[in-house]
């Protein structure tokens, strides 16, 4: 089965560093996300990509998050300068199409930042 | 925007009885109202889901049901085994494609 794979497993990092959190989506998925999820809460949206630019984002998602797809597999997303409470899962998902269809999310990439 | 609530935070039931978990959301143009189910440290799996244009789902031990009208939707599970022991979280998309997630009920079923 088909599946979306995430690296790395877990990141440690220092307040005000940098993180990119990659995902490799499914092959024919042409809808990308990330969500985000503190320990112990539910899952919150990020942000949705479509055709190499943001379609959606929250407002979780601010100037210190972006998104980019540098190549044809790839979907990365970059926290510029990490707090302490940016410490959550990162979920990748993508999905075939957009609104009423499955996600289909990766295993995840915990991010501690000290 | 959206607004999913879940009802019970946490549910403890015994082997073999039923499980009822609960969902609200606000935005009536919501069609797509998926299931996952969380294992500790797991990504979420999605078990079932239903859309707008039917009332009731079902698959195997598990069936969702959907009130438009009253704009909510809840999740069956029947003869709980104690694999099915999980947090639960209900969704909901907006127009576009965003999903927004209840608070997840942690479900224990004890043998």
């Known amino acids: 089965e088909p599946e979306v794979t995430q690296t790395p497993s877990h990141q440690v990092t220092q307040m005000g560093q940098e993180v990119i959190l990659r995902c490799v989506p499914i092959s024919n998925h042409l809808y990308f996300y990330w969500y985000r999820q503190i320990l112990g809460q539910k899952v919150e949206f990020l942000v949705s990509f479509y055709n190499n630019e943001i379609s959606e984002k929250s407002e979780i998602f601010d100037d210190q998050f972006s998104v980019e797809r540098p190549d044809g597999s790839n979907f990365t997303l970059k926290i510029r300068s990490t707090k302490l409470e940016d410490s959550a899962m990162y979920f990748c998902a993508s999905s075939e199409v957009p609104g009423a269809n499955v996600l289909t999310f990766g295993a995840g990439s915990r991010l501690t930042v000290l | 925007g959206e607004n999913v609530e879940q009802h019970p935070s946490t549910l403890s039931v015994q082997e073999g009885d039923s499980a009822v978990i609960k969902c609200t959301y606000s935005?009536?143009?919501?069609?797509?109202f998926p299931w996952y189910k969380q294992e500790l440290g797991k990504r979420p799996q999605l078990i079932i889901d239903?859309?707008?244009?039917?009332g009731e789902k079902k698959d195997q031990r598990i069936a969702v049901t959907l009130n438009k009208t009253a704009k909510h939707f809840s999740l069956h599970i029947t003869e709980t085994q104690p694999e099915d022991s999980a947090v639960y979280f209900c969704?909901?998309?907006?127009?576009?494609?965003?999903?927004?997630f209840g608070g997840g009920t942690r479900l224990m079923v004890k043998p």
């Open positions: 239903i859309r707008s244009n039917v």
């Open positions: 935005d009536s143009a919501s069609n797509y």
């Open positions: 969704a909901a998309n907006n127009a576009g494609n965003m999903l927004t």
